[in-house]
């Protein structure tokens, strides 16, 4: 079937891109699904760093790539063996869990081999790719979803359903924003009651976690950004403090929480900010981050502090989250009021808006954009 979707050929053009349009919204060829896949009607997807790390340069694919990975939409056609039947509502997550290798077995799903191997390959977990340019070449998936489209095909191992009543642009937040961000403070930081606890990145992700913590009972609640209207809004959200983010925000968390907060998480991929979060954790508490730096980036440590002072550093992508059955109990805490992430949907875009969408995205004006098709 013939497709309208949005294509990255060339990454690194000069913001903003609203005049470079480094993402080319185009006609292609999409292939049926196979055994174990889905064709889906995408009906909204979200904007995320992952895919302007692609387009800046700071996240090498291969190109062409028909971007996106945040989304929601409607199963159109299922193949054999996928488990889902036409009319299916679904959240798509970024990471396709084989469901038998050794990571997957052991319920970290984010963590499959051959998923990771075909998301960095730009291909579906069943292996090749089901786009097709009008010259005969095959542009690549963006980590098994391509969401900027009209219609996909992805491997169901992508997919989880949702109730049919749940709004697309609400639903597609929860495939990464949602999962990241949540997952994070719940899984990663494991935040319990009564805790303190400094979220550094106060985009879609940081907010997630932001409204998780507060969710888990989290008693001070420090919320950092450069961006002051992102701390405005953090604070209409739960958070007990606002501090400008810079280097001067370790010593304020540390002043606001009495010597550091016990669980810190660093959503901004900067590799800086990430020793910031280091430094703003108290003894014996833990450091997460969920921002994907650049591959050459390094992190210097204090080496003795791990010891000395028992600090734990933990990384977590995909928010430690197994999607299938972590975007349901997300989707429930959200309709009892406890995690109102409709609050992070910032703007809604068009197709042909996208490069428009990732200016606001770079500069920081957005928190979550969804192109509503």
């Known amino acids: 079937m013939r497709v309208r979707a949005a294509v990255l050929r060339e990454s690194g053009r000069e913001a903003p891109y609203a005049a470079s349009r480094p993402i080319d919204v185009t006609t292609l060829e999409l292939d049926p699904p196979g055994p174990g896949e ?10 995320c760093h992952s895919d302007l790390s692609v387009i800046n340069g700071s996240r090498r694919r291969p190109l062409p ?3 996106g990975h945040e989304a929601a939409g409607e199963v159109v056609e299922a193949g054999a063996g996928s488990g889902f039947e036409p009319g299916d509502h679904v959240v798509l997550a970024f990471v396709p869990s084989c469901g038998d290798c050794e990571r997957c077995v052991a319920g970290r799903p984010a963590l499959c081999g051959p998923g990771a ?28 979803v391509s969401a900027f489209a009209e219609h996909i095909v992805v491997s169901a191992r992508s997919a989880v ?23 994070a403070a719940l899984h990663s930081a494991r935040i319990q009651a009564g805790e303190s606890v400094a979220v550094l990145g106060l ?39 606002t501090v400008a983010g810079g280097p001067e925000a370790v010593e304020r968390i540390r002043e606001i929480t009495g010597g550091g907060a016990e669980k810190v998480i660093d959503t901004t991929g900067v590799a800086p900010v990430l020793r910031q979060a280091y430094d703003a ?11 994907l730096p650049d591959p050459e980036a390094q992190l210097s440590l204090p080496a003795l502090s791990l010891v000395a002072e028992e600090k734990t550093l933990r990384g977590s992508y995909l928010g430690s989250c197994v999607p299938r059955r972590d975007v349901p109990r997300f989707i429930e805490l959200y309709r009892s009021g406890a995690l109102p992430v409709d609050a992070l949907l910032s703007h809604r875009l ?14 920081g004006t957005a928190v979550r954009q969804v192109v509503v098709l």
């Open 117 to 144: 191997a075909a998301n960095g390959q730009g291909a579906l977990l069943g292996g090749g790719m089901r786009w097709r340019a009008d010259d005969g070449s095959r542009p690549y998936h963006h980590l098994g």
């Open 281 to 291: 954790t108290r003894s014996g508490g833990t450091t997460v981050t969920v921002g």
């Open 65 to 67: 790539m028909a971007l």
């Open 161 to 183: 359903k949702v109730d049919a009543d749940l709004p697309f642009e609400i639903a597609a937040l929860f495939g990464c924003a949602v999962l990241t961000g949540a997952g």
């Open 203 to 241: 985009g879609g992700v940081g907010l997630a976690a932001l409204l998780m913590a507060k969710a888990a009972g989290a008693s001070t609640l420090v919320a950092v950004d450069v961006v002051e209207h992102k701390r405005e809004l953090a604070a209409r959200l739960g958070a007990t403090h």
């Open 38 to 47: 889905l064709l889906v009607r995408v009906r909204a997807a979200g904007l």
């Open 350 to 363: 068009t197709l042909d808006e996208i490069n428009e969408g990732f200016d606001r995205l770079a500069d």
